[in-house]
Structure formats: C-alpha cells, structure tokens
C-alpha cells in the first residue's frame, strides 16, 4: 500500500527529475550549440520519468526504515 508522503516524493522527484533534465539539454544546446532539441528534449524526458520515481524510491527508503526503527523503540524501550 502506497501512503500519501511516499506518493508524494516520489512524484515531487519526478518533477524535479524532468524539470532538471529540460533544463540540461537547454543549458547544453546553449553552450554547445546546434543540438537537435525537438529530439532531444524527448529522449531526456523519458529518461527523467524513468529515473526520478527510482530515485524517490532510493530516498524514501531510509525514511521508513527509521520510522519503522522508532515504532520498534516506542513498543519496547527496554531494548536498545
């Protein structure tokens, strides 16, 4: 079962993923010039939304497990 927050950073991290990576191509084609944008800007989306939920993932991870660490400690506090 998937929670609001994890819903959440994921698609935050999505957003920043495909944000960032329009953001590349432009700063690239800038700088190098003459990068063929209306294939480019495709190809880096795609990648964006295939990376950013994995990355959302990778960051929330940690999260829950130490709430699930805290849980532990909030049930029995004689072990630590």
Known sequence: MITHRRRKLIA??????V??????????D???GGVNRPLVV?????MA???GPLIGLWIEGPIED???DDAA???????R
Do not use: N
């Open 49 to 51: 939304l295939v990376i």
């Open 66 to 68: 130490g709430e699930m």
């Open 30 to 32: 800038a700088a190098a």
């Open 73 to 79: 400690k909030r049930r029995a506090p004689s072990r």
């Open 42 to 46: 495709p190809i880096a989306i795609v």
């Open 19 to 28: 944000v960032v990576a329009v953001v590349v191509v432009f700063v690239y």
């Open 12 to 17: 935050l991290s999505t957003l920043a993923s």
